[in-house]
T-cell receptor
Framework: NAGVTQTPKFQVLKTGQSMTLQCAQD?????MYWYRQDPGMGLRLIYY???????DKGEVPNGYNVSRLNKREFSLRLESAAPSQTSVYFC???????????FGSGTRLTVV | GENVEQHPSTLSVQEGDSAVIKCTYS??????FPWYKQELGKGPQLIID?????GEKKDQRIAVTLNKTAKHFSLHITETQPEDSAVYFC???????????FGGGTRVLVKP
């Protein structure tokens, strides 16, 4: 998944703790996305950013905040983690006119 | 919003046989339909896509068909090999062209 870097790869949080998931691209594309993946639920969109400085809610935004401070980085923040946020989180970028997405390798988050 | 349903959720085939995965979508204005393959511990990777002005597309052993009238599209894998074992996701892009909605995924197991 060259071009999209996610950190960290794994994280365990206690209920109520906060953390920020980082995503960075080196492909100079405008649109970036955060998805969560749960067993049997496929990929569900949390937030997306069509360009630097803009963000929009997706299907499941509750409990999350995002920040797109520059074109390269799009971060996802959990202010007060809950067990229901245990999931695998993927960042993706839309690679231009062909609409294809390139995904990062994911962050596996466990909230206990 | 767009809703994408994918069937079956699991599929077991003998090596050399064909595998077919079907998806339906709800938004008649959707115009782009990609398929992703996800191997264990990795992010989804685009394997083939089709646009609404095309009925069929083929790339070596994989093909995708689209029926816009019925609002369904399918992935066909011929001469399956063990390395085809993975989770496959279909997706649909709405007319606004700003985000993909994914199906729930199909876990494919190719038995040697």
């Amino acid at each position: 998944n060259a071009g999209v870097t996610q950190t960290p790869k794994f994280q365990v949080l206690k209920t109520g703790q906060s953390m920020t998931l980082q995503c960075a691209q080196d492909m100079n594309h405008n649109s970036m996305y955060w998805y969560r993946q749960d067993p049997g639920m496929g990929l569900r969109l949390i937030y997306y950013s069509a360009s630097e400085g803009t963000t929009d809610k997706g299907e499941v935004p509750n409990g999350y905040n995002v920040s797109r401070l520059n074109k390269r980085e799009f971060s996802l923040r959990l202010e007060s983690a809950a067990p229901s946020q245990t999931s695998v989180y993927f960042c993706a970028i839309k690679t231009g006119p062909n609409y294809g997405y390139t995904f990062g390798s994911g962050t596996r988050l466990t909230v206990v | 919003g767009e809703n994408v349903e994918q069937h079956p959720s699991t599929l077991s085939v003998q090596e050399g046989d064909s595998a077919v995965i079907k998806c339906t979508y709800s938004d008649s204005a959707s115009n782009y339909f990609p398929w992703y393959k996800q191997e264990l511990g990795k992010g989804p990777q685009l394997i083939i896509d089709i646009r609404s002005n095309v009925g069929e597309k083929k790339d070596q052993r994989i093909a995708v068909t689209l029926n816009k009238t019925a609002k369904h599209f399918s992935l066909h894998i011929t001469e399956t090999q063990p390395e085809d074992s993975a989770v496959y996701f279909c997706a649909a892009m709405g007319a606004a062209g700003n985000k993909l909605t994914f199906g729930g995924g199909t876990r494919v197991l190719v038995k040697p």
